[in-house]
């Protein structure tokens, strides 16, 4: 018999719960060795697969999987303008991280099949929990999109989104055709944090979950930050190390804090 109900909403809410754990364990890992892709990239790790293809495979779980609910589930609360907006915003981050970020890559470096499965799983595993709590469970008052709960979150969604695209459309832009070096990030956020793509998105999933009010996406929400924030850490410790003139009141993660 398939799990709906009282039974599926304990299964998503332990799945959050897990999500939490997992960000923070890998955050923990993280600290010892560097998330073994893009700079930090090792054979170690699996053979290594071209950048463009892997990105596209492995985020495309998080944008199928969501529409597939949302289409499939009966009596869907997705039929809801609360919920159907709710889903659309996370539909869209995996419709440019899915089909527009690979195309725009300029000579990524290759990603270890380990980091490419562990991605993969990720997208399955979050595709659901969002696209099942939103497409199914959550329940939002009608006037949901004129409180300030849904403006506050939806505003932080779209300026962390906007920030994101930004910052990766300047580390792209560091690489000529066929380089595959690394420069120092210079312009828009960069000039307060090293990790600024990783600030944007973070900044992004945090809004979000303010606009959904889920158990699910502040999960999201924070193991995106355990696991950008470790990320964030290793970019700057590694800037500091490969470049003398790096700047020195650049933080790390969040403009002026830290
Ligand atoms: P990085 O900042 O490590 O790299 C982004 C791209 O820019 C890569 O193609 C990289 O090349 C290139 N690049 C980075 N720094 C430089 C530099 N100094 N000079 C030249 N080129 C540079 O980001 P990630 O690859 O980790 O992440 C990409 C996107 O995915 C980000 O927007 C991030 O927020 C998102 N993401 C989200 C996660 C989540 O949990 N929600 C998890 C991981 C990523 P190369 O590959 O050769 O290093």
């Known amino acids: ?45 699996g053979c290594l697969l071209p950048a463009r293809p892997a990105w ?5 779980p998080a944008l199928l999987i969501p529409l597939g609910l949302a289409a499939c589930s009966g009596a869907a609360r997705v039929a809801e303008r609360p919920n159907g907006v709710l889903l659309g915003l996370f539909v869209v981050h995996y419709a440019h991280r899915a089909l527009v970020f ?3 890559i300029r000579e990524g470096k290759p990603t270890p099949l380990f980091t490419f499965v562990l991605a993969l799983l990720f ?27 849904f403006i506050a979150g939806f505003l932080g969604w779209l300026i962390g989104m ?19 070096g690394y420069a120092i ?3 828009g956020m960069f000039e307060y944090v090293s990790g600024a793509n990783f600030f944007g998105e973070i900044l992004e999933w945090f809004g979000f979950a303010i606009a959904c009010c889920t158990i699910q996406s502040l ?13 964030a850490k290793q970019h700057h410790q590694w800037y500091l190390e490969k470049f003398e003139d790096y700047p020195k009141s650049r933080k790390i993660l969040i403009p002026f804090v830290y």
């Open 1 to 45: 018999q398939r799990l709906s109900g009282p039974a599926e909403q304990r299964l998503l809410e332990l799945l959050s719960y897990g999500l939490v754990v997992l960000g923070a364990a890998s955050a923990l890992l993280l600290c010892f060795i560097p998330m073994p892709y893009g700079r930090y990239s090792s054979r170690r790790f």
């Open 123 to 149: 997208c399955v595993y979050n595709g659901y929990l969002q696209g099942r709590s939103l497409s199914n469970y959550a329940k939002y008052p009608s006037t949901w999109l004129k409180e300030p709960f």
């Open 162 to 180: 906007a920030i994101n695209i930004h910052s990766d459309h300047i580390l792209r832009n560091l690489r000529k055709p066929g380089e595959t």
């Open 219 to 231: 999960a999201f929400a924070l193991c995106t930050l355990f696991i950008l924030g470790s990320r």
């Open 102 to 104: 690979p195309l725009l």
């Open 185 to 187: 990030p210079r312009g």
């Open 56 to 60: 596209l495979l492995q985020e495309l």
